[in-house]
């Protein structure tokens, strides 16, 4: 599986917009981007998902580099609920059944996200 | 009221013990999953089920068993709990459409400590 590299820990001033990073130079041309997060004491949380184009949800915008090749999570205006562990995750694309490998989402360790009042 | 349930949210067992670990979904989602996440690790896949019918090995099955009672019921099982699988386990849905890229909902999980 292609692999995802994350800065261990970042922090945040409250109101202040925070950029995630996530390198994933070994992605293939059917990778899909996922960003999960998980809240202390919570299960997983998906944010958002892209393949090629920028994304946007209500929860945060997903910016693609043009090769793929890495990729940045926004939260525009950090909140102290924001606090959490992000993942970002490499997914083989839809269809077919070819076993665990298409369907697990295969979480690294992320990147704790601190947020200061 | 969640949509994934894992009951119970804690539990303290001993080493030869069985023990069962139930979720339930009320989202309607053919598809139901097993994690487990120990500190520094992440998660990692122990079963999955596609249907009543399916249910496959992830990457860290052994030691455990599952069933899918219903579309909405996934058990996961210790047959003989020993103390590396003291662990967080997280429970989690997905829908199959076509041509959608699959998410994942998880449960809030349950947290075993197998003395």
């Known amino acids: 599986d292609a692999k995802t590299t994350q800065p261990n820990s970042m922090e945040s001033n409250e109101e202040e917009p925070v950029h995630l990073p996530c390198n994933h130079s070994?992605?293939?041309?059917?990778?899909?981007i996922h960003w999960y997060r998980q809240l202390p004491s919570q299960g997983p949380e998906y944010v958002i998902h892209g393949l090629t184009s920028n994304v946007n949800n209500r929860m945060a915008s997903l910016a693609i580099a043009e090769d793929r090749k890495s990729s940045t999570l926004i939260l525009h205006r950090a909140t102290l609920r924001d606090a959490a562990v992000y993942y970002c995750?490499?997914?083989?694309?839809?269809?077919?059944?070819?076993?665990?490998?298409?369907?697990?989402?295969?979480f690294g360790k992320g990147t704790k996200l601190s947020v200061i009042p | 009221d969640a949509d994934v349930t894992q009951t119970p949210r804690n539990r303290i067992t001993k080493t030869g013990k069985r023990i069962m670990l139930e979720c339930s979904q009320t989202k309607g989602h053919d598809r139901m999953y097993w994690y487990r996440q120990d500190p520094g690790l992440g998660l990692r896949l122990i079963y999955y089920?596609?249907?009543?019918?399916?249910?496959n090995k992830g990457e860290i099955s052994d030691g455990y068993s599952v069933s899918r009672q219903a579309q909405a019921k996934f058990s996961l099982s210790l047959e003989s709990a020993i103390p590396n699988q003291t662990a967080l386990y997280f429970c989690?849905?997905?829908?199959?459409?076509?041509?959608?890229?699959?998410?994942?909902?998880f449960g809030p999980g349950t947290r075993l400590l197998v003395l």
């Open positions: 989690a849905t997905s829908e199959t459409q076509a041509l959608v890229e699959e998410t994942q909902y």
């Open positions: 995750i490499l997914r083989a694309g839809y269809g077919g059944h070819s076993g665990a490998g298409s369907y697990q989402l295969t």
């Open positions: 089920s596609f249907d009543v019918k399916d249910i």
């Open positions: 070994t992605i293939s041309g059917t990778d899909y």
